[in-house]
């Protein structure tokens, strides 16, 4: 069985300031590894994905995130906030890289100016 | 890019009535097709999964005989809510993968669609 945990259901930073968005993750398989944005009443958009390869993922729009299986965590990151970025982050898991996603709860950004 | 297209965005209807969501791959043969379901402010909810030319797996907790589900061809699923209910009212969301005869890099592509909104009067 896998599962996501998101770690805070909303975020706030100032524009400009560093952004952390907590995900851990519990799979009894090599997990593949899902960040998504959702803007309100849109569908999703995959920041970035990692699938066995490197630990380190570059993603969209300046985020990355760090697979670390130590801590079964696959954090999201990004130095600097654009108030674009506020939206709904969804941390997902998998078992393979076309199948079902089993989603965490979600944490919302908020950028202020 | 793969592209997959919901039909409708929104629509509203009256309580008991039957309502219909589109699901179409627009530039790649979706072998399968997973539906997911999210209340306001809430995670999805995987709903169930579809292959093209059989019947749906539905996840624990969901009716089938609620929520019909219909792959019949490589490029179109569709979902229907029946008798629905103001407690369907939610937003509706698909995701397509062509499976190995569709990859980018080595890697099966899974595109979502905008979703659908559902209001149920």
């Known amino acids: 069985a896998q599962s996501v945990t998101q770690l805070g259901s909303h975020v706030s930073v100032s524009e400009g300031a560093l952004v952390l968005l907590r995900c851990n993750y519990s799979?009894?398989?090599?997990?593949?590894l899902f960040w998504y944005v959702q803007y309100p009443n849109q569908g999703l958009q995959l920041l970035l994905k990692?699938?066995?390869?490197?630990?380190l993922v570059k993603g969209i729009n300046g985020f990355e995130a760090e697979f670390k299986k130590s801590e079964t965590s696959f954090h999201l990151t990004k130095p600097s906030a654009h108030m674009s970025d506020a939206a709904e982050y969804f941390c997902?898991?998998?078992?393979?890289?076309?199948?079902?996603?089993?989603f965490g709860q979600g944490t919302e950004l908020s950028v202020k100016p | 890019g793969a592209v997959v297209s919901q039909h409708p965005s929104r629509v509203i209807c009256k309580s008991g009535t039957s309502v219909k969501i589109e699901c179409r791959s627009l530039?790649?043969?979706?072998?399968?097709m997973f539906w997911y379901r999210q209340f306001p402010k809430q995670s999805l909810m995987l709903m169930a999964t579809?292959?093209?030319?059989?019947?749906?797996?539905?996840e624990q907790g969901v009716e089938k005989d609620k929520f019909l589900i219909n792959h019949a061809s490589l490029t179109l699923s569709t979902l229907t809510v029946t008798s629905a209910h103001p407690e369907d009212s939610s937003f509706y969301i698909c995701?397509?993968?062509?499976?190995?005869?569709?990859?980018?890099?080595?890697?099966?592509?899974?595109?979502f669609g905008a979703g659908s909104r559902l209001t149920v009067l």
């Open positions: 995701s397509a993968t062509g499976g190995d005869s569709h990859q980018v890099s080595g890697a099966n592509v899974l595109t």
């Open positions: 799979s009894s398989v090599p997990p593949y």
């Open positions: 990692y699938t066995s390869a490197a630990t």
């Open positions: 997902a898991v998998s078992d393979n890289q076309g199948g079902k996603l089993i």
């Open positions: 530039d790649f043969q979706a072998t399968t």
């Open positions: 579809s292959n093209e030319g059989s019947k749906a797996t539905y």
